[in-house]
């Protein structure tokens, strides 16, 4: 398969930040005893680790089969446990009236708690509202759903029925959504009237209405009244939770689930076509997610963690909902922006709950830089510990601000890599044990074999000072089973570019001292503020439009959003290039993903460079977005290579 590199790279530094923060030999554990036994005595390691961390309501037989080439992969075979009484139920009566959400609302100072009991007693009633509206094991539950407690609720109470949960993040479109909906051929829609974020108030209601316009499935929307707006109600489809719930048993029994049984899917964006929903299963997915979050994170007893990312993103599921809540910590929620009302709104956050652990994205952290550091002196930043990333490279200089002004040179930093499909953190340091090297995801976890591969022809490049892409050698408990309803494409995409491997689409660099540092996706897939985004989907979006005939899109190098949308396109005949037309194509992304999936440049351009067989040649438009047309390499395979200078000229005007 042909993969070259052309993601944003954070490779630029190698120094070794030798001082570990906090100093090293403050954890107990042995990093490279445990790596090592979890690899030679997987079974052993993941046993133990199965039974220490989750309550199974019968034991497992098997702890792995299966393989990368067969696609069968299955773990604790014939286990049955309930991963809402993971998160919840076991911490009673221990944790009672322990914090076990704390919700920050968009608007500061309105901050909320709910211990462990009430999050028993709200999830309880959730889940009997949704049997008795017809609700089953084995049901799809789509949630639309804005970043209040309930979302996490549902989530819990979907699982605890044995219902899987399909969580769709609340800036996608009516059409995405519908897309989402049908694609699982949902029954179930769970939402809320509005939401809100940094002021902003978002019609959730309203976008599932248009939604279910075109989901003949769809037999039942509940709705959660959140800013209590009037909103449209279809009486004989939706029903008021605030109506259903007070008439419910606060106690629901859960349901035995088996290990491989879907916990839950989550649609995420490909090279090709539609969004794939990745399906997680049950006890695999929740070790996984709880391993990590002790180790990475450092639990200790006590500790208020807030991950501030979005439950519509696996970083929410995994990060904001249950690795914290398997293992019994305060997990923080935040409904807001990191701007809003100003840019001190992270630090006043970590000041009023004494936030320990801290998990946002480099975006965040680069458009905070751009204030400066004062307002972070502003702020009692004393309780932090440990400060995470996620979602895209981290730039050593965003590294470096982010170490030096929010965790004043003593937290450590874990720059954690993972996917969507991996369900869990596969690669990161590890606090107070990992010498980090600022901009390197550094070394893989605990049972995690990655190998980087030539991308020419598959061999492994063993040793140190490698550069190719970046697969693993065998599986983990939290890998994605399946793509919901096409396994092939599971196939396809991540098993059979190189056989024996799962293959991630990121390239990646071992340096000298073994540490890993990931130069982005080799494939068509976009990183936008952390957002992964398919450039087939933004084109389809785009030939939507009845004046556009053709359009391709890349990405180039944004000092913010990390990678920015560079849409080229060719119009009909017909069609008059007007900006009124380039502000329309916007829109059109817009309803067809969703506003963060906006296009940054659009360029109209007479044609695209392709070859003589008529195959657009991304690179090229890759480098002239870049502006890096000097730099084009052979463009004499073009069919027709004037256009080229065309585009230069074009991409010159609007950038
Ligand atoms: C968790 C999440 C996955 C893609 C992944 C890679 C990029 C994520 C990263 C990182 C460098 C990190 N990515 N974490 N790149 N360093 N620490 O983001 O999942 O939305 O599926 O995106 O994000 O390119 O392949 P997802």
Not at 63 to 79: H, K, M
Not at 133 to 152: H, I, N, Q, S
Not at 432 to 455: A, R
Not at 600 to 610: A, N
């Amino acid at each position: 398969m042909e993969a070259e590199t052309h993601g944003k790279t954070g490779v630029v530094n190698d120094e070794v930040i030798n001082e570990v923060h906090p100093p090293v030999g403050v954890s107990s554990l042995d990093y490279k005893a445990l790596y090592e036994r979890s690899l030679a005595d997987s079974d052993g390691f993941w046993s133990e680790q199965a039974r220490s961390l989750l309550t199974w309501f019968s034991d497992f037989q098997n702890v792995q089969q299966g393989s990368f080439e067969t696609g069968d992969i299955a773990w604790f075979t014939a286990g049955k446990l309930n991963a809402c009484y993971n998160a919840v139920d076991r911490h009673i009566p221990a944790r009672a009236n322990q914090v076990a959400i704390i919700h920050e609302a968009d608007e500061p100072g309105q901050s909320t708690k709910i211990t462990y009991a009430e999050l028993l007693a709200k999830v309880c009633r959730v889940a009997n509202a949704m049997k008795e509206m017809g609700v089953r094991k084995g049901d799809f539950v789509t949630l639309y759903m804005p970043m209040v407690p309930e979302a996490a609720i549902a989530m819990l109470a979907c699982a605890r029925i044995g219902a899987p949960h399909s969580v769709v993040f609340a800036g996608f479109s009516a059409d995405a959504l519908r897309d989402r909906i049908l694609n699982a051929s949902c029954k179930f829609v769970m939402t809320a009237d509005e939401g809100k974020r940094g002021g902003k108030t978002i019609p959730l209601k309203r976008i599932v209405d248009a939604a279910c316009s075109g989901c003949p499935c769809v037999k039942t929307v509940f709705v959660f009244k959140n800013t209590c707006a009037d909103v449209p109600f279809a009486a004989t489809r939706d029903v008021w939770m605030s109506e259903l719930l007070p008439n419910m048993r606060p106690y629901c029994p859960c349901e035995a689930m088996d290990s491989e049984d879907t916990l839950f899917i989550l649609y995420t964006s490909g090279s090709t076509g539609q969004p794939k929903g990745l399906a997680h299963t049950t006890a695999g997915y929740l070790l996984h997610t709880a391993l990590t979050t002790k180790h990475v994170f450092d639990l200790k007893e006590g500790d208020v963690y807030a991950c501030v990312a979005d439950v519509g993103w696996i970083t929410g599921h995994s990060y904001i909902v249950y690795g914290p809540l398997i293992n019994g910590t305060t997990s923080l929620m935040f409904e807001s922006t990191p701007l809003y009302p100003d840019h001190g709104r992270y630090w006043d956050l970590v000041q009023t709950h004494k936030v320990n652990q801290f998990y946002t994205a480099p975006t965040a952290i680069r458009a905070l830089m751009r204030f400066g550091p004062e307002i972070t002196e502003k702020y009692d930043l004393s309780s932090l510990r440990v400060l995470g990333t996620v979602g895209e490279p981290i730039n050593p200089e965003a590294w470096r601000w982010y170490n030096e002004h929010v965790g004043k040179g003593k937290c450590s930093i874990v720059d954690t890599w993972w996917q969507t499909e991996t369900g869990g953190h596969l690669m990161t340091p590890l606090p107070g044990i990992t010498p980090m090297k600022p901009g390197s995801c550094c070394f893989p976890f605990f049972g995690v074999e990655p190998v980087v591969l030539d991308p020419k022809d598959g061999h492994e490049l063993t040793g140190n000072d490698v550069e190719g892409v970046l697969a693993m050698k065998r599986a983990w408990p939290s890998i994605a089973r399946t793509v919901y309803g096409d396994h092939e494409r599971y196939l396809s995409v991540y098993m059979n570019p190189y056989k024996g491997y799962y293959f991630t689409g990121d390239g990646c660099r071992r340096d000298k001292d073994g540490y890993y540092w990931i130069t982005g996706r080799v494939d068509d897939v976009l990183n936008v503020s952390g957002h992964r985004i398919g450039t087939a989907e933004v084109e389809s979006a785009l030939v939507a439009h009845a004046s556009v005939s053709e359009a391709a899109v890349v990405g180039f190098p944004e000092p913010v959003k990390g990678q920015g949308l560079c849409c080229y396109v060719t119009l009909t005949a017909k069609a008059v290039e007007s900006g009124d037309l380039v502000a329309e194509l916007r829109m059109q992304v817009r309803q067809h993903i969703g506003a963060f999936a906006t296009p940054d440049v659009i360029v109209i351009s007479p044609g695209l460079p392709k070859t003589r067989s008529g195959k657009i040649m991304r690179r090229i438009l890759r480098k002239v977005a870049e502006g890096e047309s000097d730099s084009l390499g052979d463009v004499s395979t073009l069919a027709d290579p004037s256009v080229v200078e065309v585009l230069i000229a074009k991409v010159a005007d609007v950038m």
